[in-house]
């Protein structure tokens, strides 16, 4: 039902960035996010996260890994022991997940020591249901370290195809561009740091996708104001407060982009006026999520008017909606 549910707001994106692509619903593109957005049911109920559970044997083999990288004139990692590595990327043990398994992944990404297969076959499996969104649609759990670090671990792949490998077909990138906008409306654990398990993180690993997605010179325009919306449409609708430097990531991200090209400016205007007119419309509400949400926005349009690096039309829209609200 959970991934039935994931596939089918999938294939409803699908239709939308077709749509879109097509010069449909320009204007209407943040509208309709926003109500498929709404339509999601999440379940009430946690079910049990499976994750590997031999986390000395694994630190053993991680250090063998980074030892023989180190110790090799020309970098390479097997496939098994790339599937070994995968496999281990959500575990909550913070030593082994950050400090082993994510920064020998770094390692491997800087040396480029994948071959173009390897690179490809990553990046599939990141955007997969196994990955991207594992357990999505419940309540907090401890798959979001698998999501999150899927998340953070394709900003790197993407950096590597698009400065060395160049194998992703525009087919994969286009996948790439379906999840990427799936999992950002559907993520709602925003949690930062967390005790006894260490970061987690959704949303600045969101911003380290974007900015390399925004600087592809293989996606066209239509596609960066596709993700831009996608990304808005999921912010507005987290419940947890994002307090962990987020905003000021996603800022950046934000304002890498709209200095590219007048047209993004342009369309972050229509998206920034669109969220303006639910603000302008909603009546307090005695709960968290409400207030989570609410301050959630304001530090978001705070971090990007003082970095005084968006164009001007954007800096004077945020210094007057600021004031106003």
Do not use: C
Request: charged residues 20%.
């Amino acid at each position: 039902m959970v991934v039935d549910q994931v596939a089918q707001t999938r294939q409803q994106l699908k239709k939308i960035q077709q749509q879109f692509m097509a010069g449909e619903s320009f204007h209407e593109l943040p509208e309709r996010l926003n109500q498929l957005a709404k339509q999601v049911t999440y379940a009430a109920d946690k079910t049990p996260v499976v994750l590997p559970r031999d986390t000395q044997t694994a630190l053993a083999r991680v250090k063998q890994i980074d030892d023989e990288l180190k110790q090799s004139d020309e970098p390479q990692i097997s496939n098994d022991d790339l599937q070994f590595l995968l496999a281990h990327l959500g575990v909550t043990n913070a030593r082994l997940r950050d400090r082993g398994v994510y920064f020998l992944f770094n390692d491997l990404i800087r040396l480029t020591a994948f071959t173009p297969e390897q690179e490809e076959w990553l990046v599939m499996q990141l955007i997969s249901p196994a990955y991207m969104f594992d357990h999505i649609l419940e309540p907090h759990n401890n798959a979001v370290f698998k999501r999150s670090f899927a998340v953070m671990l394709l900003a790197g792949l993407l950096y590597a195809d698009r400065h060395y490998y160049h194998v992703l077909s525009s087919a994969e990138i286009n996948a790439v561009i379906l999840a990427m906008a799936t999992y950002m409306l559907l993520e709602q654990d925003g949690r930062g740091y967390i005790d006894h398990k260490g970061w987690a993180h959704s949303y600045t690993h969101i911003g380290n996708v974007l900015d390399e997605l925004f600087q592809s010179t293989v996606l066209n325009r239509a596609n960066k104001l596709f993700l831009l919306a996608a990304f808005y449409t999921g912010y507005r609708q987290m419940n947890d407060p994002l307090i962990y430097g987020e905003p000021q990531r996603l800022a950046m991200a934000v304002a890498n982009l709209t200095n590219l090209n007048t047209l993004y400016t342009d369309y972050l205007l229509l998206i920034l006026q669109d969220w303006q007119k639910e603000i302008a419309q909603l009546q307090p509400e005695q709960n968290i999520a409400f207030w989570n949400r609410w301050y959630n926005r304001d530090r978001l349009l705070q971090s990007m008017l003082v970095r005084g690096d968006q164009p001007q039309k954007i800096q004077d829209y945020l210094g007057k909606i600021i004031d106003m609200y």
